[in-house]
């Protein structure tokens, strides 16, 4: 049975009693400055995961400790929005839930092999209803009845119209994949950057420049750019990016759209120089988002422009190229069996117009899925807890309380606080990781999970997954890329919004 999130949706009653209904941000916010707190750029001299558990792999905590930082950075508004305070108006789950396209269906040949997006026979799923097992309760009481039919997705002999594919290259560091980017084209004509892929943030921003930043933006040479005074930062766990908020055309995998808000940072701190990538784009709900407008692929459903309101993701492991953002598709090529569908428990329902009687909006804020166990050789460990999944973060943090139960149940596991608050060392033999969402068991690669030796020779690795601290909700854990290179993901805006989890094809490997 599948323990019950706590959290409560917030009375209409008692938002009606603000200043109209619309779930806007407070005056005196410090998000109202457009400040957002994000993470540290990985973990760009954190100690390989074990190959093997090659005792000359060696932990580095040097540039983890600073990561944990930048996730507490990060979700530091993650209370607020879990409980729907300081949410930006969105209406974009309601059109995706009634999602049809009004775009031509023609399908341009040649961009895909026959079989490498999915047609609508084979997305079959062990799943097809709100991911709740048989038998238990809704969390959140929103139980959907399971649909006539997979979620559809036109049968391909070349590239099927309303998809497309962004390439995203893996920055490896000796074992270390270290952050996934891919190409962007901004303004008219088209200037090509590349920006870091991140399900656990909701804006985008782009360095300008036309001369004295060679890898930025030229706004000068667009005729689609609209400037403005609107300031825009984004705070890092030690540095920052600041400019102004502004529009211009982006294009993602041959899908464009037209007046596109973004952050356009004319300051960087020093630690941002030699990143491969140029920028980021944030793939979480819009409701979160500092610049409080539509994310790119939010304005792509309202353009109708997919032939499906999802996108997925695959993470290569130790392949600079291969990793992929499909837009609209679940690309068959890059798993190896059926998908597994949960439900995103993130959601609030908001006044929307108030006045004889009152409506609600549904509203999404992280692609947080219901966390009820952890598991090592399968011992299980109970949790009740959202867990966000977050291409943008590289390890697994989980609450203090949840962590030390985990880590309990592993014979020999302590507490590690030479390297820092949150970290644990266990013996390095091979252990088998899982992480259950609805009911459903999911397997994390023991070379993703062991960070390495704490010291030559030593039979202690340490792991994977942190303790997140005390300044988070008790009831927040971050996913990241540590699980998803074994789980290929699907963010799906429709049936209220859901994850998808398919096999990787890492697994083979």
């Known amino acids: 049975m599948v323990a019950q999130l706590s959290l409560v949706p917030i009375s209409l009653c008692a938002l009606a009693l603000g200043a109209a209904a619309s ?142 594919v962004q390439p995203l290259r893996d920055y490896i560091e000796g074992t270390l994949d270290l952050l996934y980017y891919g190409p962007v084209d901004v303004g008219t004509p088209k200037q090509t950057l590349t920006v870091d892929v991140d399900t656990g943030s909701a804006d985008l921003w782009l360095p300008v420049g036309c001369t004295n930043d060679p890898r930025g933006f030229c706004p000068e040479h667009s005729s689609t750019y609209e400037p403005s005074d609107e300031s825009f930062q984004v705070t890092y766990g030690s540095g920052e990016v600041s400019g102004k908020l502004v529009n211009d055309t982006v294009t993602i995998a041959g899908m464009t759209v037209a007046r596109q808000a973004f952050g356009a940072v004319d300051q960087e701190s020093n630690q941002f120089q030699d990143d491969p990538n140029n920028g980021l784009i944030g793939m979480a709900f819009g409701t979160i988002a500092t610049s409080r407008q539509p994310t790119f692929f939010e304005n792509l459903i309202k353009q109708r422009s997919l032939d499906q309101p999802m996108f997925s993701v695959h993470l290569a492991r130790q392949r600079s190229v291969g990793s992929e953002v499909c837009f609209g598709c679940i690309d068959s090529s890059k798993t190896t069996g059926p998908v597994t569908w949960v439900p995103v428990k993130s959601k609030v329902s908001l006044p929307r117009v108030c006045g004889v009687h009152c409506t609600e909006v549904a509203l999404q804020t992280y692609w947080a899925v219901g966390m009820d166990a952890v598991y090592a050789n399968g011992r299980r460990t109970a949790a009740n807890v959202f867990a966000a999944i977050d291409t943008g973060t590289t390890l697994i943090y989980l609450p203090n309380k949840l962590a030390k139960a985990f880590y309990d149940t592993i014979p020999g596991a302590k507490p590690a606080p030479e390297y820092g608050s949150g970290f644990y060392t266990y013996p390095c033999a091979k252990t088998v990781i899982e992480l259950s969402f609805a009911g459903h068991r999911f397997k994390i690669d023991p070379s993703d999970f062991n960070l390495g030796h704490t010291k030559k020779g030593s039979s202690d690795c340490v792991g994977g997954i942190l303790a997140i601290g005390d300044q988070l909700p008790a009831n927040l854990a971050i996913v990241g890329d540590e699980f998803l290179k074994s789980w290929y993901s699907t963010y799906d805006y429709s049936h209220g919004a859901r994850v998808g989890f398919s096999p990787d094809i890492n697994n083979q490997q």
């Open 23 to 164: 779930p806007v941000r407070d005056a005196d916010s410090p998000r109202r400055a457009r400040t957002m707190q994000i993470r540290n750029r990985r973990s760009f001299v954190q100690g390989p995961p074990v190959q093997g558990d090659d005792e000359n792999n060696l932990f580095d905590p040097t540039a983890v400790q600073p990561d944990l930082q930048a996730i507490i950075a990060k979700y530091q508004f993650a209370g607020e929005y879990l409980q729907g305070v300081n949410l930006s108006p969105d209406d974009t789950l309601d059109m995706a839930n009634n999602y049809t396209r009004t775009v031509n269906t023609t399908i341009p040949a040649g961009a895909f092999a026959a079989s490498d997006v999915m047609p609508a026979g084979n997305v079959t799923s062990t799943d097809v209803d709100d991911g709740t097992p048989d038998g238990d309760s809704d969390p959140d009481g929103d139980a959907r009845a399971p649909p006539t039919a997979p979620p559809f997705l036109p049968a391909v002999s070349g590239r099927p119209s309303g998809t497309g």
